[in-house]
């Protein structure tokens, strides 16, 4: 466990859920398959859930140091919204241990070691809507370890009309999975590869959890989910692990899931390893499509392979280049060209505010104004 600096009394403590206390004054967390057994004082893997007292607390709660806007389809997501705007928020710690991850600065952070605001989440929601954008995103570290958060912002959002998306590793528990996936709308859940090593190696975790988690968002939950494979050269490239993987993807989840092959780039611990040629990718790619999958996207390189194709006719139905939607000629979700029907969901179906309560949000959010996203 990490140990904490003693906390100070005044200190705001959020109390967590998904936990419970033991006989030794040790909490059990089993929000993610780690299941920390948390002593007083201490974090646990994560950074951002404590033992406080012999209960436990999120230092993660309406504090994010991360505020951004950006594209939806950096998430990565190609059928969601597509074109708009999404307001992204993220806090600080991570429940895997990636040498290559590529937010170390916020996700290897502890809270205290980071600028943040104190922000409820009405106000997250209000921050949305006036900077006009439909969707929210919990990104940048693990959304599921300040799951609490992620909830109540939730809850929020869909009373405003704004959609929610995960941006995650998958790495959480059956008993955890329904209290937050039910309240989302959208996810891209990051499949670091298909091997047990790798992961146990490369992410200090496994699979087996992450492929429960794709398995529960498909056949329990509306959520709509796509799914990014970061190619790291000679650890999770070769070709039978890319068709191992597509084959799984085809037999649980169907042809119709979106997959995403992104490019590596070196950083944290991972330096000795070189950036991902973008051959990886095209090869990747095709050994996807002849698996069988309809949507394979390539991310992280100038590809038209990032374009929408019709799998009825072929023809490019949306066209983008790198994060940005140059155009979208499908009609009410199908191709223009063939009728083929394209799942995503492509509008915004909540209702639109009230001018009374766009008001209130906008009253709300000028509290802000120096954040300035």
């Given at each position: ?13 959020h ?20 299941h ?9 893997f ?10 436990l ?15 939806i ?17 993220g ?7 990636c ?8 996700s ?5 070691q ?8 009405e ?20 959304p599921?370890?300040?799951g ?32 937050i ?6 996810a ?14 490369i ?8 492929l ?5 968002l ?38 119709d ?14 330096r ?9 990718l ?11 999958l ?10 038209g ?30 191709c ?38």
């Amino acid at each position: 466990m990490r140990e904490l600096k003693i906390l100070s009394e005044t200190e705001s403590l959020h109390e967590g859920r998904w936990w419970e206390p033991m006989l030794d004054g040790r909490v059990h967390c089993y929000l993610c398959p780690r299941h920390c057994h948390i002593g007083d004082g201490q974090a646990g893997f994560c950074f951002i859930r404590v033992n406080h007292g012999g209960k436990l607390y999120s230092l993660g709660y309406a504090s994010p140091p991360a505020l951004q806007m950006d594209p939806i389809e950096k998430k990565p997501l190609h059928h969601f919204l597509p074109g708009t705007r999404v307001f992204s928020l993220g806090t600080a710690g991570c429940n895997m241990g990636c040498s290559f991850c590529q937010n170390w600065n916020i996700s290897k952070s502890k809270t205290d070691q980071l600028h943040s605001a104190n922000i409820p989440p009405e106000d997250i929601v209000a921050l949305a809507i006036h900077y006009g954008c439909p969707s929210i995103a919990f990104t940048y570290n693990e959304p599921t370890i300040w799951g609490e958060y992620v909830i109540d912002i939730c809850r929020a959002a869909r009373e405003a009309g704004v959609r929610t998306v995960m941006v995650t590793n998958g790495y959480i528990t059956r008993e955890a999975f329904h209290d937050i996936y039910d309240h989302v709308d959208a996810a891209n859940v990051d499949l670091k590869a298909f091997t047990e090593g790798f992961y146990g190696r490369i992410t200090l975790t496994h699979l087996q959890p992450v492929l429960d988690t794709l398995t529960w968002l498909k056949h329990e939950t509306n959520v709509w989910f796509e799914i990014t494979n970061l190619l790291i050269p000679t650890l999770n490239d070769r070709p039978y692990e890319i068709r191992r993987l597509s084959a799984w993807i085809l037999e649980h989840l169907g042809p119709d899931v979106p997959l995403h092959f992104t490019a590596f780039h070196p950083d944290f611990k991972l330096r000795d390893k070189p950036r991902t040629p973008p051959e990886t990718l095209h090869t990747a790619r095709t050994i996807a499509l002849d698996a069988g999958l309809h949507y394979v996207y390539e991310g992280n390189i100038h590809s038209g392979a990032t374009h929408t194709f019709c799998p009825g006719c072929g023809k490019i139905v949306i066209r983008r280049s790198w994060h940005d939607v140059l155009e979208n000629m499908l009609l009410a979700g199908a191709c223009p060209y063939c009728g083929y029907a394209i799942p995503g969901r492509w509008t915004n179906v909540h209702a639109p505010l009230k001018p009374s309560a766009l008001q209130a949000y906008e009253k709300a959010a000028s509290k802000y104004d120096a954040l300035n996203p």
